[in-house]
């Protein structure tokens, strides 16, 4: 009996979703409403009425915005549940484990300190002209991200924590859906809509400072993401 209740919800779910499926266009189409109707729309408008000249970045943080930050939500949710299995795994398996690290080649440790401080400039630079130029949040975060784990790699556990306390790294975890979350509230105090962005000559301005906020926050979340999940699984190496 609860085998054929299965089957049947299974049914009544799939049906739909299938009849869905067969009504849209084939792929790659060029008259499917994407080619015919969004992208010259995207391409004529976007700069105008998103606040960004750069069309990927108006798609990603101004159309389709709570995909974006929906995306993130989901990232920062993502990293808890790996935090929580690797704390959980660490205090049950490795606390009592004496680790064997290998010494740092005097190479690897001069290189990686001579170009951290480029590495910290180009990745300033992707997420402040994501706006504008390919790059963004995403983009700069992971190279921020990189410079953390190859700083990690080369000093001491003391070192790391120094370089990245704990405490603030906790909040600068969550620093994409919030800055998200601040936009948008933003947004709909300006023009009424959640993630809103004020279009027009006079409103360009507020429009690329919300962008270039958003994209700040995701580049800092994104890059500590990556760092504490490395952090984390090297722990007592």
Same mark, same amino acid.
């Given at each position: 009996?609860? +085998?054929?209740? *299965?089957?049947?919800?299974?049914?009544?779910?799939?049906?739909?979703l299938l009849?869905?499926?067969?009504?849209?266009?084939?792929?790659g189409?060029?008259?499917?409403?994407?080619?015919?109707?969004?992208?010259?729309?995207?391409?004529?408008?976007?700069?105008?009425?998103a606040?960004?000249?750069?069309?990927?970045?108006?798609?990603?943080?101004n159309?389709?915005?709570?995909?974006?930050?929906?995306? *993130?939500?989901?990232?920062?949710?993502?990293?808890?549940?790996?935090?929580? *299995?690797?704390?959980?795994?660490?205090?049950?398996t490795?606390?009592?484990?004496?680790?064997?690290?290998?010494?740092?080649?005097?190479?690897?440790?001069?290189?990686?300190?001579?170009?951290?401080p480029?590495?910290?400039?180009f990745?300033?630079?992707?997420?402040?002209?994501?706006h *504008?130029?390919?790059?963004?949040g995403?983009?700069?975060?992971?190279?921020?991200g990189?410079?953390?784990?190859?700083?990690t790699?080369?000093?001491?556990?003391?070192?790391?924590?120094?370089?990245?306390?704990?405490?603030?790294?906790?909040?600068?975890?969550?620093?994409?859906?919030?800055?998200?979350?601040?936009?948008?509230?933003?947004?709909?105090?300006?023009?009424?809509d959640?993630?809103?962005?004020?279009?027009?000559?006079e409103?360009?301005?507020?429009?690329?400072?919300?962008l270039?906020?958003?994209?700040?926050?995701?580049?800092?979340g994104?890059?500590?993401?990556?760092?504490?999940?490395?952090?984390?699984m090297?722990?007592? +190496?």
């Amino acid at each position: 009996m609860k +085998r054929a209740l *299965v089957i049947a919800l299974l049914l009544a779910v799939a049906v739909p979703l299938l009849i869905a499926v067969a009504d849209l266009p084939p792929h790659g189409s060029p008259d499917a409403p994407a080619h015919t109707h969004v992208a010259p729309r995207y391409l004529e408008r976007g700069a105008e009425e998103a606040g960004a000249e750069n069309i990927v970045t108006a798609v990603i943080l101004n159309y389709r915005g709570l995909d974006t930050l929906g995306e *993130v939500t989901v990232i920062f949710t993502a990293m808890a549940a790996v935090l929580a *299995v690797l704390v959980g795994a660490r205090a049950v398996t490795a606390l009592d484990t004496p680790a064997s690290a290998l010494p740092v080649s005097m190479i690897v440790r001069f290189i990686v300190r001579v170009l951290a401080p480029f590495i910290v400039l180009f990745s300033i630079y992707v997420v402040l002209n994501g706006h *504008v130029t390919p790059g963004g949040g995403f983009q700069g975060g992971t190279i921020a991200g990189a410079l953390v784990i190859a700083l990690t790699l080369i000093m001491s556990d003391e070192q790391a924590a120094r370089l990245l306390p704990r405490r603030p790294e906790r909040v600068l975890q969550a620093a994409a859906p919030l800055a998200f979350i601040m936009t948008g509230v933003t947004g709909l105090l300006l023009t009424g809509d959640f993630l809103g962005y004020p279009v027009g000559h006079e409103s360009a301005l507020v429009a690329t400072l919300m962008l270039t906020f958003v994209e700040i926050g995701i580049g800092v979340g994104g890059a500590m993401v990556i760092a504490t999940i490395f952090r984390t699984m090297g722990a007592g +190496r």
